[in-house]
């Protein structure tokens, strides 16, 4: 006999944890949560630099395929999602970034009402505890479960280089990149560089199932199932009525007395949509599907973001000289183990800001720094380099670009076909080679002259616009943050969801996570999905006030 929930949450990642612990705090309600994943409690989970390592392992990670892109010169792009306790926040580089206050505010121009970036600083601010360097000491800013370090003081001596040369371009340096963002009144917000701030307490990953399921798994009114694939959304009569999901080889039942809320993430909660029989009519049709709720836009709309990256040999000690070798990354793990310090102790992605192409009026290009090079081998491992290197990465913050991700079958272990549709608007194009013509300026400066002994192919600074926009199309890549595939709106004809999360023409059914956003923010996107589990698992609190007691 299927067991009754007040909810039912699918999803364990960055989106789902948050509510899983919001949702069950009143004491009030009956929650089940379904992942797919297991464990999160894993050495390479842990360690800040390991996620080199998650990067393409099977036992933590979806390990998705776009297709073939025309506008990345058909090439095939690797599309790894966390499928573990904390989903992608167990396996992304960390780093925290808001967004850019005019993100929100187009969020509510696309429908999203109640969106704008005044309600979600309020939301963010709620969130966070800041550990900062403040005046010579450590102290700790804000008081909410995301912990949100300051690592400055561990950055490798290189990364200095980086805010020098960002100096040499004019742009501020930040202390924090997301408190910058906070005064809204200045033309300009949050431009500049400084060091990344990451989702890191005490020399280890903070993911949203430290933050937010631990405390949540202590309560007796949340259930917990891992190892599990939701199969279908169950309806009934315009609702949404439960899932059917199997775990250990069997077929169960739950249902809903209230909510079913897809936190499955931008790929899989339009799949689970279409698979449930709520997506575009003709798709469903035409995989034997039947159509439960006729949705042309589940599944479109995706947004993902761009960067191009160069490496230079340099002429000074780099990350690479204390992890270049196996004796050396022996020395850094032995350091770690003994302190929870040292190189394996910070992300890779040290320094980043957001600053304006020319002729732009805001910033529309998130520069990343990192001191050191390396490769990915065939195994999906990350490989340093022997030698001292660096990198330089551009990326364009607003693509305007959009593709889709739809069911290639009815069976839900059947990866569904994305299709980012890279570059298709000339908006991107010329945006890929200002942000080009940028990277080169900023490898151009002195300081970057400096401490670079040589460019490695291909050389960036000799090309003319038509061999950046060629270079980019061979070369950019994903950096993982795909969006916008439930998107809230105005209507059906437009988008997937209305302000509050709840699926158009479908009671008792929202989607809450990044395939719900208008459209992809300027920056990283753990925070922004964050902040919206946080707000959406207040607007299911308050719809459901004044209704019935919990599920039997």
């Not at 005019?102 to 970036?117: I, K, P, Y």
């Not at 690592?151 to 202390?175: I, V, Y």
């Not at 305007?400 to 980012?420: C, F, K, M």
Request: include cysteine; aromatic fraction near 8%; glycine fraction near 10%.
């Amino acid at each position: 006999m299927a067991q009754t929930f007040d909810f039912i949450i699918v999803g364990a990642g960055s989106a789902g944890c948050v509510l899983a612990d919001k949702l069950t705090a009143n004491g009030r309600y009956k929650v089940l949560l379904i992942e797919a994943g297991g464990s999160d409690r894993r050495f390479w989970i842990k360690i800040p630099v390991g996620y080199g390592f998650t990067f393409s392992d099977p036992k933590v990670n979806w390990r998705y395929s776009a297709a073939a892109d025309p506008g990345l010169n058909g090439r095939e792009a690797y599309w790894p999602r966390g499928k573990v306790l904390g989903g992608s926040s167990s396996i992304n580089a960390m780093a925290y970034v808001r967004g850019l206050p005019h993100d929100f505010d187009d969020w509510e121009t696309a429908g999203a009402t109640g969106w704008g970036w005044n309600n979600v600083r309020r939301s963010y601010e709620a969130l966070e505890s800041n550990d900062e360097w403040h005046e010579g000491r450590r102290r700790l800013r804000g008081t909410g479960p995301v912990r949100v370090t300051d690592l400055s003081e561990r950055m490798h001596p290189f990364a200095r280089n980086f805010l020098s040369a960002a100096q040499d371009m004019g742009w501020p340096f930040l202390q924090d990149m997301n408190a910058a963002a906070e005064t809204g009144a200045n033309t300009l917000p949050s431009e500049g560089m400084g060091y990344v701030r990451s989702t890191v307490k005490e020399g280890r990953r903070w993911s949203s199932a430290d933050a937010f399921l631990r405390p949540a798994m202590k309560r007796d009114n949340l259930t917990v199932v891992s190892g599990a694939l939701v199969e279908k959304v169950l309806t009934s009569g315009g609702r949404a009525t439960g899932v059917a999901y199997k775990t250990k080889g069997q077929t169960e039942q739950a249902l809903a007395a209230r909510e079913v809320i897809l936190s499955a993430g931008a790929v899989n909660s339009p799949q689970l949509l279409q698979l449930s029989g709520i997506g575009p009519a003709k798709l469903l049709q035409r995989h034997g599907i039947e159509v439960t709720q006729d949705l042309p836009q589940v599944g479109q709309g995706l947004q993902d973001h761009l960067a191009v990256s160069h490496f230079f040999w340099a002429n000074r000690a780099t990350l690479n000289e204390r992890l270049g070798s196996f004796a050396k990354q022996m020395k850094a793990g032995m350091q770690y183990v003994l302190t929870r310090k040292g190189p394996l102790s910070v992300p890779v992605n040290q320094c980043s800001g957001f600053v304006r192409t020319k002729g732009a009026a805001q910033p529309d290009v998130q520069v990343y720094c990192n001191p050191a090079s390396y490769s990915t081998q065939t195994n999906g491992k990350p490989q340093i380099d022997r030698d001292n290197g660096f990198l330089l990465c551009v990326q364009p913050g607003r693509p305007v670009s959009r593709g889709q991700i739809n069911i290639t079958s009815p069976d839900p272990r059947q990866a569904p076909l994305i299709e980012p549709n890279s570059l298709s608007a000339e908006e991107d194009q010329a945006a890929a080679i200002r942000a080009s013509h940028l990277l080169q300026a900023l490898a151009s400066t002195p300081t970057m002259k400096s401490v670079t002994k040589e460019r490695r192919d291909p050389d960036i600074l000799g090309m003319d616009d038509a061999a950046l926009l060629e270079n980019f199309r061979e070369r950019a890549g994903s950096v993982f943050h795909a969006s916008c595939t439930c998107r809230m709106g105005h209507t059906a004809a437009d988008s997937v969801l209305d302000a509050r999360l709840r699926v158009h023409e479908m009671a008792g059914l929202r989607v809450i996570d990044a395939s719900s956003f208008p459209n992809v923010t300027s920056g990283n996107t753990n925070a922004p999905t964050l902040m919206l589990a946080a707000r959406g698992a207040e607007m299911v609190l308050e719809d459901n006030e004044n209704g019935p007691l919990a599920a039997e």
